[in-house]
């Protein structure tokens, strides 16, 4: 009875288990595999018995895939192999051979874990460059005084820490000082806020540490200087005026306040100086490579339009090719290939148009220049938002395909930043997508529709108005009074920042002198209306449409 019941709950191991078991022969053929290969890879048992092991190896993975040969020989190894739709997948492999000489492999499904690292990997990237960026310099100081992480700006005032303690890198000594604030975050576990100065070059730095537990819950201490010489000369300056005006006259008290608020304005000119400097310095690195892409794409295609010009002209001149090159062209889809290239080239001029608009705004916000405004035809702008979200809308495993409905009025140019504008659609459009992702996801045994409606109509003589609504999941009165506030997202940590509608409603509001609404309850999708003037600087409010419904 005891050994029936141990074949009987082995089998149900075999074929309950998630994971990918299978059998192999001597001979390398499939004896027995598991029903979790169907759901993995899409395999049947039945196509898989007595099919080749190295047959769905990846040909780059096979080199690794070894057998074992020996009794109770152990291996593991990761690799890809082919999924019944044609793409790979990563699988963990473990092996092991019995007495009998049969091989147990064991196969994990890791490609969203790998997919997770890659990603991971990509958003540190970006968190590293931003912090070179930073006018303040950035030190993570672990436990043991040895050198972590620090910024591009840490080598500019320490030089290259590499090979050196903490203390030998900052202060030149040759063990920690007991004084010094930084050291005493780690005894105190609290903030210390210091000032130091550079002995080198007379630089005034404040400095801002604060204790931190890293991944494996280790203590560090995360160390932000700032530049505050011309602060402090600044203070110094202002010291030495108040002395000397008091010496000479204690009837100037008056004019000592006057000078007093005179220096806190000017410290904080100086913070909001830095973070001009900080957000223009990000606009120029992005707006370098944009350019060099975007100056470009023109001569590429003019130079393809050249190669087709060739091409074109060897297919009149020799109408007959080889079965050779025949071949080929069926192969590539020729004709295909030159409809669609000029269209690529288009996308990717769009693409490109677009950050540049993005740096466009971030130097306004720096007041580097001013944005431009221009009569433009706004339904442009929509087809161009929702042609560089066109990957969005398909059809995907975990939702459906989303139909987008346009219901254009004829409108005439409208004054606006066209770049802002834009922004304003693109947030709206994908926030809309979110929520109907979000309703198949929660309902996939219900026969969904996901739609998005775009109209456009005048409300008068001066006024436009532009409706995107969807018949997503809705939302609450509750989210609605708080959907313009900054930082605020009702998405998953990770996905939304909670800044894309406040940017969106200041874009309306303060740019346009325009209107931007929300309509909407749980259940039954969400509709934003958005009102601007034809004409800027018009003093005619605008006849709402939701007061003539």
Not at 353 to 376: G, T, Y
Not at 451 to 456: E, K, L
Not at 518 to 547: H, M, V, W, Y
Request: with cysteine.
């Amino acid at each position: 009875m005891s050994d029936k019941i141990t074949v009987f709950n082995l089998e149900d191991f075999f074929n309950l288990s998630s994971d990918l078991f299978c059998i192999i022969g001597q001979d390398g053929f499939y004896e027995q595999v598991n029903p979790a290969w169907e759901q993995v890879l899409g395999w049947k048992a039945e196509n898989l018995i007595g099919y080749p092991w190295l047959g769905l190896v990846h040909p780059e993975d096979i080199t690794i895939c070894h057998l074992p040969t020996e009794p109770q020989q152990q291996l593991h190894w990761d690799s890809r192999y082919l999924h019944k739709d044609g793409s790979y997948r990563w699988l963990c492999w473990s092996l092991s051979t019995s007495e009998k000489g049969l091989i147990y492999a064991v196969g994990k499904d890791i490609s969203q874990q790998l997919r997770r690292i890659e990603a991971l990997q990509t958003e540190r990237e970006s968190l590293y460059n931003l912090l070179n960026q930073l006018p303040a310099f950035l030190y993570l100081q672990p436990k043991d005084y040895g050198v972590g992480f620090y910024n591009q700006r840490f080598r500019d005032v320490f030089g290259d820490p590499t090979g050196k303690r903490c203390y030998e890198a900052i202060a030149g000594l040759k063990q920690p000082c007991p004084e010094c604030p930084t050291f005493h975050v780690f005894d105190s576990n609290a903030p210390q806020l210091w000032e130091w100065v550079d002995s080198k070059t007379g630089r005034v730095y404040q400095i801002y540490d604060y204790p931190f537990k890293d991944m494996n819950g280790e203590p560090m201490v995360v160390e932000m200087g700032l530049d505050i010489t011309a602060v402090k000369k600044a203070e110094a300056a202002l010291r030495q005026r108040e002395q000397e005006l008091t010496l000479k006259n204690q009837q100037l008290q008056e004019t000592l306040e006057q000078l007093q608020k005179t220096q806190a304005q000017l410290i904080q000119t100086e913070k909001m100086s830095s973070l001009g400097q900080l957000v223009a310095g990000v606009a120029h690195e992005i707006n370098n490579p944009i350019n060099f892409i975007n100056g470009n794409i023109t001569p590429a295609k003019e130079y393809i339009q050249q190669l087709l010009e060739i091409l074109q002209l060897y297919q009149k001149e020799y109408p007959h090719p080889t079965p050779v090159i025949q071949e080929g062209i069926e192969a590539i889809e020729l004709d295909f290939v030159i409809q669609d290239l000029q269209k690529l080239l288009d996308s990717m001029k769009m693409g490109s148009d677009r950050i540049r608009n993005i740096v466009l705004s971030l130097r306004n916000f720096s007041r580097l220049d001013e944005a431009e405004m221009k009569a433009v035809d706004i339904h442009s702008g929509i087809d161009s938002t929702l042609m560089i979200l066109q990957n969005r809308l398909k059809a995907k495993p975990d939702s459906s395909q989303i139909q987008i409905i346009k219901e254009y009025a004829q409108l005439p140019l409208i004054e606006c930043y066209v770049g802002q504008l834009n922004q304003v659609f693109m947030n709206i459009i994908t926030n809309a997508i979110d929520a109907l992702e979000e309703l198949y996801v929660n309902n996939q045994e219900l026969s969904c529709n996901p739609q998005i409606t775009i109209s456009t109509g005048l409300l008068n003589s001066d006024w436009v108005a532009i409706e995107i609504a969807d018949n997503g999941v809705g939302m609450s009165q509750e989210v609605q009074q708080r959907l313009f506030d900054p930082f605020f997202t009702t998405k998953v940590v990770g996905k939304g920042t909670g800044l894309g509608m406040s940017i969106s409603y200041q874009i309306v509001t303060e740019k346009h002198q325009g209107q931007l609404r929300c309509i909407s309850s749980l259940g039954e999708g969400a509709t934003f209306i958005i009102e601007i003037p034809i004409r800027q600087n018009k003093s005619i409010q605008p006849n709402l449409l939701a007061d003539n419904k």
